[in-house]
């Protein structure tokens, strides 16, 4: 019987799932190498995010789109239409001089001073506030990287668990097939390992299809083929100590940044709108040509008509420019209230993620424990092989267990680094 149960202990070392030595000494490495796992990881994560920046499209048009605003400073930056008129004298007037035959024309309005100042100002000012969609499209798109990276994380952890227990089920069917044959266990708990191993087998090849479709996601958050397999680490655990939030940045957040200069925009609007509402000034000049008169001989016969012509446009008619007041007026108010609303919408996230990643935390120290209970109930069970009392329902029970605690707590890992993606979106 000892014999028996040596040559079990060294299946259990040999197999990829040893209960014992192999995960202890893996779980020593792993914590050993925690901080190394940890700074390659924010290397290759750097890396891939700067890739995302670089060849998104969703960037790459919010950037067309601030050029295209930047670039309307110079179609503004201009006087308005000059006026050149052509008239040829069908009745020739006659004067003293001479007929007029045809008269040209040139005029030129200019705004009053200060106009196209204010509309440069104000074209300039909703330029700036189109930046800010970049600012926050770019802290979006590291923040949707970054969370598809952990879930591809999570995602293979659980096939590498999922693995593990396969392995570890065959080597408890061939315990049950030792027990069968000397009569200690009923052929049944063979065929409960064996079903139990099916499950596992389907729940990873479940997870592999979702990891397939989570690395496309990524992958286009790249803009790169989808096929592009993704180098994720290969550990993470949450860190001892928690990063220092510093909420009070949550107030210079871009998306409340972006208020204030959409309501900059509305005070160049109205300032336009006061120049506008001023009047403009018009300078010309009229030639006229003068035909001589036949038969007569005098110093000025024929003599051409130039004639400056300064004129005033004054808008007498006021109503829309004061309407034009009232709307900037509403709309400042408008753009208070809603950067409010975003305000109490970003704090209430920040407080949510926050509150998560605690419980992420709590969660995985609450698996842990149970999972170093779950490993103490497994060896027992394992132990009690030699006195003949094993019971293989309770090893399944056991390894359920077990699974599910290893499962619960990646998932806890995953969700502290999801929650603290969405911190740093909102804080750094």
Same mark, same amino acid.
């Given at each position: 019987m000892k014999e028996l149960f040596k040559n079990i202990k060294e299946v259990l070392f040999v197999g990829s799932s040893s209960v014992f030595t192999l995960r202890s000494i893996s779980l020593f490495a792993f914590s050993f190498s925690l901080l190394t796992v940890h700074l390659s990881n924010a290397?290759?994560?750097?890396?891939?995010?700067?890739?995302?920046?670089?060849?998104?499209?969703?960037?790459? %048009?919010?950037?067309?789109?601030?050029?295209?605003?930047?670039?309307?400073? $110079?179609?503004?930056?201009?006087?308005?239409?000059?006026?050149?008129?052509?008239?040829?004298?069908?009745?020739? &007037?006659?004067?003293?001089?001479?007929?007029?035959?045809?008269?040209?024309?040139?005029?030129?309005?200019? &705004?009053?001073?200060?106009?196209?100042?204010?509309?440069?100002?104000?074209?300039?000012?909703?330029?700036?506030?189109?930046?800010?969609?970049?600012?926050?499209?770019?802290?979006?798109?590291?923040?949707?990287?970054?969370?598809?990276?952990?879930?591809?994380?999570?995602?293979?952890?659980?096939?590498?668990?999922?693995?593990?227990?396969?392995?570890?089920?065959? /080597?408890?069917? /061939?315990?049950?097939?030792?027990?069968?044959?000397?009569?200690?266990?009923?052929?049944?708990?063979?065929?409960?390992?064996?079903?139990?191993?099916?499950?596992?087998?389907?729940?990873?090849?479940?997870?592999?299809?979702?990891?397939?479709?989570?690395?496309?996601?990524?992958?286009?958050?790249?803009?790169?083929? %989808?096929?592009?397999?993704?180098?994720?680490?290969?550990?993470?655990?949450? &860190?001892?100590?928690?990063?220092?939030?510093?909420?009070? $940045?949550?107030?210079?957040? &871009?998306?409340?940044?972006?208020?204030?200069?959409?309501?900059?925009?509305?005070?160049?609007?109205?300032?336009?709108?006061? %120049?506008?509402?001023?009047?403009m000034i018009g300078f010309g000049l009229d030639y006229i040509n003068v035909e001589k008169r036949p038969g007569m001989d005098f110093n000025d016969n024929g003599k051409d008509i130039l004639m400056p012509m300064l004129s005033v446009s004054i808008p007498i008619f006021n109503k829309k420019y004061k309407s034009k007041t009232k709307q900037n007026a509403l709309q400042q108010q408008e753009i208070h209230s809603q950067k409010q609303e975003r305000l109490n919408i970003l704090e209430t996230l920040l407080d949510d993620a926050v509150k998560g990643r605690m419980s992420a935390r709590i969660s995985h120290e609450t698996q842990t424990k149970n999972l170093r209970q779950a490993k103490d109930a497994e060896a027992i069970l394992v132990r009690s092989y030699e006195t003949g009392t094993i019971d293989f329902n309770d090893v399944l029970d056991v390894q359920e267990l077990q699974l599910k605690f290893e499962m619960n707590q990646i998932e806890s890992v995953k969700d502290f680094y999801i929650q603290s993606t969405i911190i740093n979106y909102l804080t750094q």
């Open positions: 290397q290759q994560l750097e890396s891939l995010l700067e890739e995302a920046l670089s060849n998104n499209p969703e960037i790459q %048009k919010y950037e067309l789109q601030y050029r295209i605003a930047s670039e309307k400073v $110079n179609e503004v930056d201009v006087l308005p239409n000059t006026e050149f008129g052509v008239g040829y004298f069908v009745s020739e &007037p006659e004067t003293r001089t001479g007929a007029q035959r045809f008269k040209l024309s040139a005029r030129q309005m200019v &705004p009053w001073f200060g106009g196209i100042t204010a509309r440069e100002q104000y074209v300039s000012s909703l330029a700036d506030a189109k930046y800010e969609d970049i600012v926050i499209a770019k802290r979006k798109l590291m923040a949707s990287v970054s969370q598809s990276y952990y879930k591809l994380y999570a995602n293979k952890k659980k096939r590498v668990v999922l693995d593990e227990n396969i392995a570890l089920l065959k /080597t408890y069917e /061939t315990l049950a097939l030792n027990a069968v044959e000397v009569g200690k266990a009923s052929a049944v708990a063979i065929l409960r390992l064996q079903m139990r191993q099916n499950e596992l087998e389907q729940l990873k090849q479940v997870l592999e299809q979702q990891y397939l479709a989570e690395q496309t996601r990524f992958n286009k958050l790249l803009n790169r083929d %989808k096929g592009i397999e993704v180098d994720v680490v290969d550990a993470l655990e949450i &860190p001892i100590d928690d990063q220092e939030i510093h909420s009070d $940045n949550l107030v210079l957040h &871009p998306e409340l940044l972006k208020y204030d200069k959409l309501y900059k925009s509305v005070e160049q609007s109205e300032l336009l709108n006061q %120049k506008e509402s001023s009047p």
